[in-house]
């Protein structure tokens, strides 16, 4: 079995993950795991499937079909890494402004741990005067860091900032 990361892009419409969905189960795809969203008007989706190889080739040619969508197929790495990291979850509140998800990234990054999911939103605070920014990131730690390492470097930001932590 082969396994896929598929991305699409495009405007959204009603049906659109039912008709996703439909080739690839037409083509003999077993759907993992997916992170779909809708961005003003537009479908975002990133999909894991499973295909034998001999069904690898329609089932590409299926997807890139599809009508007025943006298809990005590749093969994943099903390379296992040798010790099982901790994971966690940041929950990360406070005053939105240009640039806060790259200093947020980059504090993580120099660290040396590494995100492998963010969602991020801007939300109104009509008592606060200014937007709120809220994001969930899950970050995988390297070997022998503590949590509270990477919590203080985030909060160093800025005094506005605010991390929970919750185990994955």
Known sequence: MKQLVITILGQDRPGLVENISSVILANHGNWLSSNLSHLLGHFAGIIQIEVAEE????????????????V???T???????AEREQL?????GNDRPGIVQELASVI????????HLNSRQ?????????????????????G?????VIEALESITSDLIVDVEKV
């Open 55 to 70: 069904h690898l080739q329609s089932l590409q040619n299926a997807l890139n079909a599809l009508p007025k969508l943006d």
């Open 72 to 74: 990005r197929i590749e």
């Open 76 to 82: 994943g790495n099903t390379e296992i890494e040798p």
């Open 89 to 93: 979850n940041f929950v990360i509140t």
């Open 109 to 116: 990054r120099h660290k040396g741990a590494n995100i492998t």
């Open 123 to 143: 939300q109104s605070a009509p008592n606060w005067g200014v937007p709120i920014f809220n994001a969930v990131a899950t970050v995988t730690l390297p070997n």
């Open 145 to 149: 860091m503590k949590k509270d390492e």
